[in-house]
């Protein structure tokens, strides 16, 4: 364990290194600077408990150690109200979501509990007119296309900013 401390710990999908270099790219030109202390990122759960770090971290090499790379697909633009995100859609992070949703029950925020809308945040914060503006500059350029998820990360909550604490790249041939 890094002793992240008293903070929560956040579960990532990880991306091909492609395409979360393309979507990184969109978040640094339009997220508010300000506000922007990530790099281009696919939420799991947001705040799984501090306490829970060894078992986490266990949890999610032996899922690395079985799953294959994980289908997806980018399917367009999704509306955050005050934002702009690339929507995805996959099956197989979904089931694996779950999975990781049961083995941790009674650890969850209710906002864990909810099956992700799995999306790549690229602009958030700021005004519904600039949403609605960068949603309608970049709806006809983004290309559905297929995709795989390439692993699983584990972060601490840093109050903004987030550690990496571990990368955990999917190497089975067959799902469990």
Known sequence: MSGSGNVPLIVTAELPEDLYSWANQLRTEHFPP???FLKAHVTLFHALPPSAEGEVRDCLAAMAR???PVPARLVGIMKL???TALKLESEGMIALWRELADRFHGMLTPQDEHQPRLHITIQNKVTIEEAKALQAE???RIQPR???FAGLGLHAYLGGPWERLGKFPFRGHNRR
């Open 34 to 36: 300000e506000r922007n």
């Open 81 to 83: 109200g005050k934002g």
């Open 66 to 68: 079985h799953y294959a």
């Open 146 to 148: 297929d995709f795989a």
């Open 138 to 140: 970049l709806t006809p």
